[in-house]
């Protein structure tokens, strides 16, 4: 019941919406005043009332046709070597014929210096049509190992892309979860203000599908939709997007449900950490990734269950825990309790 | 409100049982038991216990991923003029490096001789290679007209394919309205005999999204959950698209809907055609094209909605009424009412 | 031996300059003097000083480098339904994602209105991102029949693709056959004036291999040296392409060669037209297509070599008969003694 | 005149036979007495007598043509960081959709566990499909750095590719200078015997330009003719690549201008050795990376032309001296001369 933040449905109140609107009718493909609103929200809660908001239904294909969007051909995006978009896309950057320019990550991040010296070794006076140019920095906020960008980072690397005249894309699929941990020092409105494109991902905190995209640079907009259509991610019945996101983001419950989430996963962090445990990355969202003995996960999944992560020995292994939206308190304790017995 | 087939929510009994499975955890990715008693009842429906059924979220999605699934690079799709891929997909299937092969379509359909010919001029003894080479045929049933193959054409046009080793593909998007009007000839285990993979459409007829794409040739699709990831059409939550076909499908909702929507599609029909106006084309499926004059368009549209669809002269216009799972008999016969005053 | 145009291997002068320069140490990848000199000879030609010059292998190879370099992925290039890049490339240019948007053609042409349609079809002013923004006109100069755009329809052509914003490409795999023919009124500056990028052939007149690529419109152009090295285009020694065009166009050996090659053509076009022959396309270029009695031509390949083109009836084929740089009087005055005979 | 491999024409006797040959008549496209006569010689020269013989133009175009050819959409390309598909041709394989998997490289090398690993980190039992398919292993012989591998080397590599079922593809740009160095134990059978694909390549030996590429593995060309084209890389004139190939071969000419290149290089070598220069790699080949002081360089370049390559620290930096058929013996003398006064 820890394997990952998908397991269930979505969250009590967004099939309520479905249900008290399921008979209007509504013009389809995200022309709908549901659409509407949920971007007014968005754009509001941004504080960018220039932004440009589009509903896409899952992480992937929003990484796919953002960056086919805004990518010349023979141009490709730079991001960490642990980024979704380098390992567990099948391919979908590449698809579009683009390389994906991989950087050797720190605990899922990369620095605003390697991307600088990424772009420079990719020039060369007399001939840089040799090598692909690299025209976009993509990283994922929080990462795919759980961990966060500080303001700071988050400032020198949107610095470094304004220098080079390439855009910053931030992957939030998790987003909820990385702005309301505690050790967080990046709102909402930071990510706004310091990227040209980043989404807030709806599939992983308790809707039943959704990333909504915001352009806050809307030069890189301009003939989006057709990207979504010629990518097969227009969704006919569009207002199922925009009303899940009118309901998780105008009353806070998007924020509210991933704090408790990451509370829940710091509390299963913490009875590892008593127990003499130590985490595989600094996490302080709603993953976390201790590294057991293989003896001790077996005894674990007799009653819980959780992801193999990475080998790290011949006699370790480390586990993820994940916590969502759906995780109850009962489950957490239960599972502490076991730890404890460890 | 007789704009589209895709104007409101969804079935009651789908959100229902959306309702009843929430808090149920289930493995993400279509790896759920929902996909797979979905699975099991379309194959039995279809009478091929062997076919290989995925699910996708849209028509488009499904085309583009089943075309670039089965086509070497250098291979084009032949298809209608007037074909959906070839019409209003945004260059999908090119975009994945592909050509979409159009001939001219009569009432929206293909012949098996056009199909024949097509495939005997695109090959020279001293050079094919200079030609794209024709693997595949794509047909719509019923048509992006509302016309139906007959079960004969179908047999043809199978046999056809067959005779070049090339796959037929029948985009079924409206497939329930297409099987259940009275005009049809031709059942689902048909369709699943006479093609190599075929998909039951859901978005439009019921369904919040979801299209069922059957593999009945098991050959196709060995690698096909590959081409989904890569496409970003992985939906993570995977049982929505398992629940709703149950839903659909498992006590016949799916056709009782669907006929039920052709019957009050061919009411109005007659409606027009009992004041004299000629109909665009010859359908007996839930989308109706009466060729009206500009001004009865302009009367129509005070109190109704409907779309225009083409041009036919400097006076008048053909115009689409479409019917769905959600038109009710009320206002069938407003429209119809108004129809007589004309 | 009129079996096409490149049936040889190049004009003695071009194997000359070669010999002589052979030692010579230069630059690779085009950037060298032969480049650098060959294209200030065609700036001065086109009266186009401000034209940025690329030099290529081959036809579909340049084809598919402009068109891929122009468009945005959902956008498709309008050309001939007989154009070569409709046919006769493989789908080379849907293998960059992009759809080629076929018109209808009167022998081997399209005109201004026509484009203009196909525009306009193609937006909707409630969702246009539905279908392919076409984005370009392509036209062959001569066409792949042989015969000529008058400057007359070129204007149009080029003011309609203005008025649209969209750039016209202009084929020239035979250019020079179709600016030396009798009837031509249109000149090199003319195209270069009417078109945005135009190539003027030479594998088919006389070179080894090699089109020089004309951008007249240089915004089209600025990474156009990315798009050569990423389709794999770039030659190493790029000054072979350089040397070939110096020779063909410095002292207009490249029109010269044309002419003589076009008069041949006519003298064998009047011999079938005396007998009684129809022509199947009003060509005045160096291709000529005569439809014979498939007797006739059975009895004239005995002798003379030359390709069947189409099959007119049960009786009758058109086939085509080629003139170059390397025919010989000698050669024609004996196909033309022949054809008196028949 | 050390810059590269590709400064001059050709040799000599490949002038000679265009210039006897020049006005014989001969089929376009490869379909053509010289190519049948190349691909026999070659054939026989690699003891393969069911080898599949196709001719390129370059080697980007190559690479890309063949891997294109091979891979299915999904699939990546296994190579080494260094390699040239990964560095230096401007995303050509991504641009047909596929990733290239790159492994951090020694001297230029990557081993048979490190594809084996890849492979193995690549399959997850429970959804390979989130993951690019590592299907093909590529590998330059002799590599970007001048290095080779083993006899044991390259069969080790090739019985894991075997294993795995994935084809082995040779990038053989510089292969005679490879096979032809005095501390190469790899025959030209061998490389037959142990790669799926490889290349014989001309461009940087003494050819104008051409690639001959050679499927030892039928079962991959079927429809590789298809891919020539369709990549606009199909040469018009194609007899000049069977003529180039047949000069080089028939009479050892290849191997032996090749020898004496590498002779020349080790020479060079031997000089910056002697003069305790350090090497950059341990390259036995044509290109030598000494590692130089940069006011040696500074020195050096009055006199002698070559290629800055690495910045090996604040003070130092490797560059290329490359040696080629074309490099005389006096020109190396007076490069030996100098290196001793330095």
């Given at each position: 019941m820890f394997d990952s933040d998908y397991l269930e449905g979505c969250l009590p109140e967004i099939l309520e919406a479905l249900q008290k609107t399921n008979f209007e009718q509504t013009s389809g493909y995200g022309n709908d005043k549901y659409c509407e609103k949920a971007a007014e929200i968005i754009r509001k809660l941004c504080a960018r009332e220039d932004a440009d908001i589009h509903f896409m239904v899952g992480g992937t294909q929003t990484n796919q046709t953002v960056i086919a969007s805004i990518l010349r051909p023979y141009q490709g995006v730079i991001c960490a070597d642990t980024g979704h978009i380098n390992v567990?896309?099948?391919g979908a950057v590449e698809m579009t014929?683009?390389?994906?320019?991989a950087l050797s990550a720190q605990e899922g991040k990369i620095t605003a210096k390697q991307i600088e010296k990424t772009i420079e070794s990719h020039?060369?006076?007399?001939?840089?049509?040799?090598m692909v140019q690299p025209a976009m920095a993509y990283i994922s906020f929080p990462t795919e190992k759980g961990t966060l960008y500080t303001l700071s980072e988050l400032e020198s690397i949107s610095k470094t892309c304004q220098k080079h005249h390439i855009p910053l894309f931030i992957d939030g699929a998790r987003l909820g979860y990385g702005l309301s941990s505690?050790?967080?020092?990046?709102?909402l409105q930071d990510i706004a203000r310091l990227s040209d494109v980043f989404y807030i991902g709806g599939t992983k905190q308790g809707a039943l599908f959704g990333e909504a995209v915001v352009f806050c640079n809307r030069n890189l907009s301009v003939d989006y939709r057709y990207f979504i259509k010629q990518h097969g991610?227009?969704?006919?019945?569009g207002r199922l997007l925009g009303m899940q996101f009118q309901t998780l983001l105008e009353n806070g419950l998007y924020f509210e449900v991933a704090r408790r989430a990451d509370l829940l996963a710091l509390e299963i962090r913490k009875a590892f950490e008593e127990k003499g445990y130590k985490m595989f990355t600094d996490s302080y969202t709603n993953q976390q990734f201790p590294i057991l003995p293989n003896e001790t996960i077996k005894k674990l999944k007799e009653n819980f269950s959780f992801e193999n992560w990475v080998k790290v020995d011949e006699k370790r292994t480390a586990v993820r825990f994940c916590t969502s939206w759906a995780t109850t308190q009962e489950q957490v304790q239960t599972l502490i309790q076991e730890i404890k017995t460890l």
């Open positions: 567990h896309e099948t014929g683009h390389k994906v320019l020039y060369r006076e007399d001939g840089p049509e040799h505690p050790k967080c020092d990046v709102t991610a227009m969704l006919a019945k």
